[in-house]
């Protein structure tokens, strides 16, 4: 009888053993599978976000430990935007916008530069692109950044990232004496106190970021900004919501203006 007992311990102990070396097994599988799928997401509502897939959701529906939004949402959901301005009324729909391949090509993202030539950096990823471009909202950005509409967070490419060398843009200004204006000062008067006279046609190609940044002293930031100023930098003592050392320069060519000046701004003048 006592050998029965024991036989029948000896299984039930076996059994336990096996089922909690299964049991971990699991476990672990389950926590390594989860580490291996965290997900970036926007951090600016408290309401919602976007995930780095291109899903929206609310922030109390996603996954507690992956931080994904559930499958079964909206994915590249494009509510809000107009997709022609590539504008939308929310920051978190922008960027579930952006992220849409058919929308942002990660090739062309990934060569783009952040801040100077000489401290530049590129995007880790697209959402990394779309999550930082739809928060600048540069695009309905007025001079005193105040917003155009409610269509504020855009995501389309800078206007200087085209693709277009800047040497080849810079040879278009061949016989042309770029000037940096004073504060508050016209290309009109910045030229003529040099004996010059300011060229309207060659102030779409001083219009770039990158030649606005060889030129002026402003750091990292370049904003696409409205007004006829255009291109300039904000002087460092502007009001703080001005974005004092920023680089200007506007999408609507059309203002461009020899004789556009701003109290808070000097120009970047094309002379001859």
Not at 42 to 60: A, F, P
Not at 102 to 114: P, R
């Amino acid at each position: 009888m006592m050998e029965c007992y024991w036989v029948l311990f000896l299984v039930l102990t076996l059994s336990l053993t096996m089922s909690y070396s299964i049991r971990n097994n699991i476990g672990f599988q389950i926590m390594n599978m989860n580490t291996h799928h965290l997900c970036n997401t926007t951090l600016q509502s408290r309401y919602l976000l976007s995930d780095h897939n291109g899903y929206v959701c609310n922030t109390l529906s996603v996954h507690s430990h992956s931080r994904c939004c559930p499958q079964t949402t909206p994915r590249f959901s494009c509510h809000g935007c107009n997709v022609l301005s590539r504008c939308c009324n929310s920051y978190e729909f922008c960027v579930s916008c952006c992220l849409n391949p058919a929308h942002t090509s990660k090739e062309q993202v990934l060569k783009l530069k952040i801040a100077r030539p000489s401290t530049a950096r590129t995007y880790a990823n697209v959402f990394d692109y779309c999550a930082g471009r739809c928060r600048h909202s540069s695009e309905s950005v007025v001079h005193e950044n105040a917003y155009l509409s409610d269509f504020h967070h855009c995501f389309s490419l800078p206007s200087n990232s085209s693709g277009t060398d800047t040497n080849l843009q810079e040879a278009r200004l061949n016989g042309v004496n770029v000037v940096v204006g004073r504060q508050g000062e016209a290309c009109d008067s910045a030229c003529k106190s040099r004996g010059q006279s300011c060229v309207p046609n060659k102030l779409s190609v001083l219009n770039n970021c990158d030649i606005i940044q060889k030129y002026m002293s402003c750091k990292g930031v370049c904003l696409a900004s409205v007004g006829p100023d255009k291109p300039a930098e904000v002087v460092h003592d502007a009001p703080k919501h001005m974005n004092p050392g920023s680089c200007l320069y506007t999408q609507a060519q059309s203002i461009l203006s020899c004789g556009g000046s701003h109290q808070h701004t000097r120009r970047l003048c094309p002379c001859a």
